[in-house]
């Protein structure tokens, strides 16, 4: 899928962050996810979890790492620190112990928060490689315990 050097020319970035995957209920991965893509997690995550797209937690879903998208809609648990460069919407049925770095926030009533919340309002892009567009965004928070 990459180029001859390794890294995604932008015609396969945009083609990537099309494209979806699914971890269905009653899979448990252990390890850390990266994709280009939008992420639906409807089962268990040891890991952390990141997507230039949006990452989806359903319901009966599970993650016990930190959470890096460039959006996120949130209905089940998470316990790491979510790092999401636009948009974080919280669903009524989630519940969240760790801290949150957005740059919008949207919690539904019955939403269930544990940790700090830093809403950064510059532009920011989430890279599938772990580096951001911004040289120095800000500091990775802590996950509380």
């Not at 050097?5 to 252990?30: P, V």
């Not at 997690?41 to 997507?51: E, P, T, V, Y």
């Not at 772990?130 to 509380?144: I, L, N, Y």
């Amino acid at each position: 899928m990459f180029g001859k050097n390794g890294k995604a020319t932008a015609k396969e970035i945009e083609e990537a962050s099309k494209s979806s995957n699914i971890i269905t209920k009653g899979t448990t991965i252990t390890g850390n996810i990266e994709s280009l893509g939008i992420i639906r997690i409807d089962g268990n995550l040891l890991g952390d979890i990141r997507s230039r797209a949006k990452v989806v937690v359903g319901e009966a879903a599970s993650i016990e790492g930190n959470v890096y998208a460039q959006n996120a809609e949130i209905e089940g648990e998470v316990r790491g620190t979510l790092e999401i460069a636009e948009v974080l919407v919280l669903k009524s049925t989630a519940k969240i112990t760790g801290d949150i770095i957005t740059g919008k926030l949207v919690v539904e009533s019955g939403a269930s928060f544990e940790g700090k919340c830093r809403m950064n309002t510059s532009e920011n892009t989430i890279q599938a490689n772990g580096a951001d567009t911004k040289e120095s965004r800000h500091k990775q928070a802590e996950p509380v315990s």
